[in-house]
């Protein structure tokens, strides 16, 4: 929250939508509202981060919709650049912004027990159909769009992993042209494994799932022309799940940490 007020971009609004948890959130955002006339909070029950995103888009007001979740930074420059990349040419109307991702192993009170070197996911440019054919990874930090494009394009609510994907296809099947790709790092990314998070829920037959679920949606779109990636992800998975419930195999919560001892 504290990088999100930083911006140099004003006039902008945020909106937090608790997805019916039971930490400290409210009070949390009810204190910064005594200072941030622009902070809006949204409660629902507990439906999953798909639902609580398009909660939050259909009490938006702005133009331009950009998407941080709650373990992720923003660079001081991140909504100006967004804002300017758009200015600059109308055709754009959506895209996403490169990013440093961190990588970490932590147990349930939040204490970090291993973790891999930061690193900027990419240092070229990278077009829509590297996303189509997996060769660059999204977040959902850092994704954008104007906002009549949700209204064609929603969040679905029936996937719990790799969303974010999900959805940057669905607005390159509507515009593939209005894609842009910013390549200024400007999220911070953590990807935590080992606490209460969906990363560190997932067992390796839910990616398996998912990766089959989004190519089914879209194995027709043309941008999925000449993609490797299904089958091969599917049964990569599918293969390692029957290896961990055999005991052959570590949990997927351990999947950059191969080696870790505990």
């Known amino acids: 929250m504290e990088s999100v007020f930083?911006?140099?971009?004003m006039g902008f609004e945020v909106i937090v939508v608790d997805d019916g948890s039971t930490d400290n959130t409210k009070q949390t955002v009810n204190q910064l509202q005594e200072t941030h006339?622009?902070?809006i909070y949204l409660w629902q029950e507990n439906c999953g981060a798909s639902r609580a995103r398009n909660t939050g888009v259909r009490h938006a007001t702005g133009e331009i919709i950009v998407y941080i979740d709650s373990d992720d930074i923003a660079d001081p420059l991140l909504?100006?650049?967004?804002?300017?990349?758009?200015?600059?040419?109308?055709?754009?109307?959506?895209?996403?912004?490169?990013?440093?991702?961190?990588?970490?192993?932590i147990d349930?009170?939040?204490n970090t027990l291993d973790e891999l070197p930061p690193f900027v996911m990419t240092d070229n440019a990278v077009k829509l159909q590297d996303y189509y054919h997996w060769k660059v990874k999204t977040t959902t930090s850092g994704l954008f769009?104007?906002?009549?494009?949700?209204?064609?394009?929603k969040w679905d609510?029936?996937?719990?992993?790799?969303?974010?994907?999900?959805?940057?296809?669905?607005?390159?099947?509507?515009?593939?042209d209005g894609f842009v790709f910013i390549l200024d790092p400007l999220i911070y990314y953590t990807q935590s494994y080992g606490g209460d998070g969906m990363c560190s829920n997932a067992k390796y037959s839910d990616w398996a799932k998912a990766f089959d679920d989004i190519y089914q949606k879209h194995k027709n779109d043309p941008l999925m022309t000449g993609q490797t990636w299904w089958p091969e992800r599917v049964e990569k998975y599918t293969k390692l799940q029957k290896?961990?419930?055999?005991?052959?195999?570590?949990?997927?919560?351990?999947?950059?940490?191969p080696n870790f001892k505990g």
């Open 6 to 9: 930083r911006q140099t971009h």
């Open 79 to 105: 909504l100006e650049k967004i804002y300017e990349t758009l200015q600059s040419d109308p055709r754009k109307v959506f895209g996403i912004v490169n990013h440093t991702r961190r990588v970490v192993l």
């Open 243 to 257: 290896e961990v419930d055999a005991g052959t195999h570590l949990p997927q919560v351990y999947k950059y940490f």
């Open 145 to 153: 769009h104007v906002r009549a494009l949700w209204n064609i394009c």
């Open 157 to 176: 609510e029936a996937l719990h992993y790799l969303e974010d994907w999900e959805l940057l296809l669905q607005f390159g099947a509507v515009d593939h």
């Open 108 to 110: 349930q009170a939040g």
């Open 37 to 39: 006339e622009n902070l």
